[in-house]
């Protein structure tokens, strides 16, 4: 992940700081200085303490006794010094955030040009962000298009590669290798935008795996007539699951606990039987997974794409089907080598 440095540093922030906190003190010395010794009032004083530091050359608040020109002589070597050295902070802060940014910027285009096997996140928005923190942590790369700046900030900070653009451009899609690219999520807030984006990905990609977000139940023929493999609508989700929530709270709870609630340490998982898994062409009763892995068989996609749900005993495990395998962390990498899956192919797409 790339991750690179375009602000000023904590150290220099606190030495500029710092340079201020004096120059505020030589500030409050002189104007006090100069009420003291010639018994100007508080603006006066302070005024003739800042052209001094300043060296602007405007002229005096009054005349000046002995004790006070020998006064203003340590308010001169005082001041200035202590601006030259806020000057020479902030001129450092400067060249630290532009050579930052340069070098960011060129780790970032190797990083781009290099890139396989990611997924191309359009939008960073409240959804995009919860979609690359779970990818993240699934170990599987992402590379995020936004045209907000303010999304910048994050994206440093999360180690994300990224582009400011519009991912509704072609150019953008490209820049991020989504030729190369796993899969591509299409989750700006028009989707008019995700259509767009669809239509271009699938052309620069056909092979590549798309989902995108949905706001309107009548967009979703046209998203998948153009090329995406799935579309989810969050309204319509986030309404039948507060709907469920009243009619079945118990299993919703039971799905909360078992699927989302990581304290307990139980995934669900897709894995995929090899040509060289052992298991191949063996009955879900003689294979032995539960009693070898601990691991709970859900569901069984064939290679056809037909969905057995909850298969018997006597359900035979055949070359590319896909196994949904509820159990724990280690208990599904278990099972993940004895189907020999390998390369990490298995996890979900």
């Avoid at 953008?172 to 989750?187: M, N, P, Q, S, Y």
Wanted: charged share 25%; proline share 2%; with cysteine.
């Amino acid at each position: 992940m790339v991750k690179f440095e375009t602000r000023v540093s904590p150290l220099g922030s606190r030495k500029i700081i710092k340079g201020f906190v004096i120059l505020l003190v030589i500030l409050m010395i002189g104007a006090f200085g100069y009420m003291t010794i010639e018994k100007w009032n508080f603006l006066d004083s302070l005024y003739m303490t800042v052209i001094t530091i300043t060296t602007v050359g405007f002229r005096e608040v009054g005349s000046i006794s002995k004790e006070g020109r020998i006064f203003t002589i340590f308010i001169i070597f005082s001041g200035m010094g202590i601006m030259a050295y806020i000057l020479g902070l902030a001129a450092q802060a400067m060249v630290d955030f532009q050579v930052g940014a340069i070098l960011g910027r060129r780790k970032l285009g190797r990083t781009l040009r290099s890139i396989k096997n990611h997924y191309v996140i359009c939008g960073f928005g409240r959804i995009g962000k919860i979609i690359c923190r779970e990818l993240k942590a699934n170990k599987i790369p992402v590379v995020v298009i936004d045209h907000e700046q303010e999304a910048v900030q994050i994206l440093e900070e999360e180690g994300i590669p990224y582009i400011v653009d519009d991912a509704t451009s072609e150019e953008a899609l490209i820049e991020v290798g989504v030729e190369r690219a796993r899969g591509l999520v299409a989750v700006v807030a028009s989707d008019a935008d995700n259509l767009f984006i669809t239509m271009s990905a699938r052309g620069l990609n056909p092979d590549m795996f798309i989902v995108v977000r949905a706001d309107e139940e009548q967009t979703e023929k046209k998203l998948l007539r153009v090329g995406a493999n799935r579309v989810v609508m969050p309204y319509l989700i986030g309404g039948r699951k507060m709907a469920q929530t009243i009619i079945k709270p118990a299993v919703t709870d039971f799905l909360e606990f078992t699927i989302h609630n990581r304290e307990i340490g139980l995934e669900m998982e897709e894995l995929v039987v090899s040509e060289k898994s052992p298991l191949r062409g063996i009955t879900l009763v003689d294979s032995g997974i539960r009693q070898e892995t601990d691991v709970i068989i859900v569901a069984i996609r064939t290679k056809a794409g037909e969905m057995k749900f909850n298969p018997s005993s006597m359900t035979r495990i055949e070359t590319g089907d896909t196994l949904i395998s509820l159990g724990k962390s280690e208990d599904l990498t278990k099972l993940e080598k004895i189907l020999s899956v390998g390369k990490g192919e298995a996890r979900s797409k």
